[in-house]
């Protein structure tokens, strides 16, 4: 029997389901005004939200590099602005790297960077953010938070990221991120992200106990100085893992940080989340492919918004060989739960899908730099509605929602049910299969007690507003008009697995949402006595 996930208490290790239906399209598909072969539109991508930024920086003669604004526009995004190099040629790689917040962009060409505002509907050239010396490998990575911008240099003798910082509508150079030991052949500077006035950057072949394992650096401003507060190398490092491949970041949801790090290589692939600040940080996730496949390059691109991250593979085989594909999570307690595999309607082999990604609230943007769209590797870029295809978990008896009934709780942030003989809590899950018309929908059930029978209903109400209420020795959470949907003996590992065709039972359709969750028997010794329990429950939307 095959799970979405498997998840620890203190460090889950999640895995996105191989087996698990990928249904989720894209909501809107992005193209250039016009196609040219080589343009590789997709290459880079940025989005704070209102508006999104789409780089195309390898166009051949015949066309030129640039990158494309969109606003959001009833649900929809509508280009506003066409943006090229001031004073470029063809071939300088503008739109390589692209990061928008608010109304200045920064968009980087192979050997410098570019500063765009916008004023209404009109966006204009700022100033230019040049390096010092030969500038190899000078704008590999950018990020931007209000005044302060980073670029990465990461050459194999010329490895900082630079910070840049605006007054009025100059910008200078403020200082050179390294450290005292130099980052020569480590790839510092590969990647960075920058909230306020704390800087990530990766360098991903950094040897932290064993060769390319990677490592995130940390560094933090006072006034307009800026040192090293610690450094990240996560659980376990191990060769190759290349920690700091890619990186995002955010204000945590619990105070400090939220920092996910990509690790991505011909052998080896998976992202890693990281909660903390200063030099104090834990990680909370190790979310690898189930395929197993590193040359996927799972973890190549990751973005987080709030509760949410995303997880790119740009060669991943799960739409069209070597097409790609990214991976939603959503989080839930300590654990990060899939959400669903997103890939494009149209998606062909060796596509790129995810090579680029962002991630602004509901909306997640994708770029597929290799796209046949129109000319030869024109590339696209597809845009998706994460709330349209909502999987929520909720009513877990680990003290967030009713007390369990008897003093048997779970551990905070376990994701489960009330506790039972065993002393774990039963888990439910539900991949994202959520077309009513297609009726694929699959739940998995684990925690169970071996042998012993376990039911699945549905209900069109969240009781107690999602608190649920007692019920034998756990909390009775999916409620009003409740329907048994089937039962499933445990195996020897205490999991079952219901679906698909529920909905020719369950009744429901496109728009319906449903609350699923799961009855099971636990005969012998049960913690209050009554002799069965119940997972947590899980509340779908459903689409035609």
């Known amino acids: 029997m095959r799970t979405p996930y498997i998840a620890s208490v203190t460090l889950p290790l999640l895995t996105a389901s191989a087996g698990a239906q990928v249904s989720v399209n894209e909501t809107q598909q992005l193209l250039p005004p016009t196609a040219v072969s080589g343009h590789q539109y997709g290459r880079a991508v940025a989005s704070d939200g209102d508006r999104c930024v789409v780089g195309a920086s390898d166009t051949p003669t015949g066309g030129t590099d640039s990158a494309y604004v969109y606003v959001r526009q009833g649900g929809a995004w509508a280009l506003e602005a066409t943006l090229t190099q001031p004073g470029g040629s063809t071939f300088d790689g503008f739109g390589r790297r692209v990061a928008i917040d608010g109304n200045t962009l920064v968009v980087c060409a192979n050997h410098n960077g570019y500063v765009f505002v916008r004023n209404g509907s009109s966006w204009t050239y700022q100033d230019n953010l040049p390096p010092i010396g030969s500038g190899s490998y000078y704008s590999v990575s950018v990020a931007l938070s209000g005044d302060t911008a980073l670029i990465g240099q990461s050459a194999m003798t010329e490895a900082w990221v630079y910070v840049w910082v605006r007054s009025g509508s100059n910008w200078s150079l403020q200082t050179r991120l390294e450290t005292a030991g130099g980052f020569n052949s480590t790839g510092f500077g590969s990647s960075v992200a920058l909230v306020g006035n704390t800087a990530f950057v990766g360098a991903p072949a950094d040897d932290q106990g064993s060769q390319d394992t990677g490592a995130i650096y940390v560094f933090e401003r006072n006034g307009s100085s800026w040192t090293q507060a610690g450094t990240i190398s996560g659980n376990q490092p191990a060769p190759n893992r290349r920690l700091g491949t890619a990186l995002a970041a955010q204000a945590g949801l619990n105070g400090g940080f939220d920092l996910i790090g990509g690790g991505a290589s011909p052998t080896s692939s998976g992202a890693f989340g990281f909660s903390g600040s200063g030099g104090s940080w834990t990680q909370h996730a190790d979310i690898k492919n189930a395929t197993g496949d590193a040359s996927d390059w799972f973890g190549s691109s990751v973005a987080i918004s709030g509760t949410r991250i995303v997880v790119g593979a740009w060669i991943a085989d799960t739409g069209a060989p070597s097409g790609g594909s990214a991976t939603v999570f959503s989080r839930s307690g300590l654990d990060w739960v899939r959400q669903g595999d997103f890939v494009g309607s149209d998606l062909a082999g060796s596509d790129g899908l995810a090579s680029s990604a962002a991630l602004a609230g509901d909306v997640l943007v994708l770029g597929a730099p290799f796209r046949d769209a129109g000319a030869t590797i024109s590339g696209a870029a597809y845009s998706y509605d994460l709330d349209a295809h909502a999987v929520r978990e909720f009513c877990f008896g680990d003290g967030s929602s009713t007390t369990c009934p008897c003093t048997n709780p779970r551990a905070t942030g376990a994701g489960e049910g009330c506790a039972n003989s065993a002393g774990a809590g039963a888990r439910l899950v539900c991949d994202d299969s959520l077309q009513a018309s297609t009726d694929k929908l699959r739940a998995y059930a684990s925690g169970l007690l071996s042998g012993q029978p376990a039911l699945l209903f549905s209900g069109e ?84």
Not at 503 to 527: F, I
Not at 529 to 542: I, K, Q
């Open 461 to 544: 109400q969240a009781v107690n507003g999602g608190s649920g209420v007692a019920f034998g020795d756990g909390l009775r959470c999916a409620g009003g008009n409740t329907v048994r949907l089937a039962v499933r003996f445990a195996d020897g590992a205490g999991e079952a697995d219901w679906g698909p065709g529920l909905g020719a039972t369950g009744g429901w359709g496109a728009g319906d949402k449903r609350s699923l969750q799961g009855w099971y028997r636990d005969p012998t010794a049960s913690p209050c006595g009554s002799g069965f329990n119940l997972t947590n429950a899980v509340e779908l939307t459903f689409v035609p």
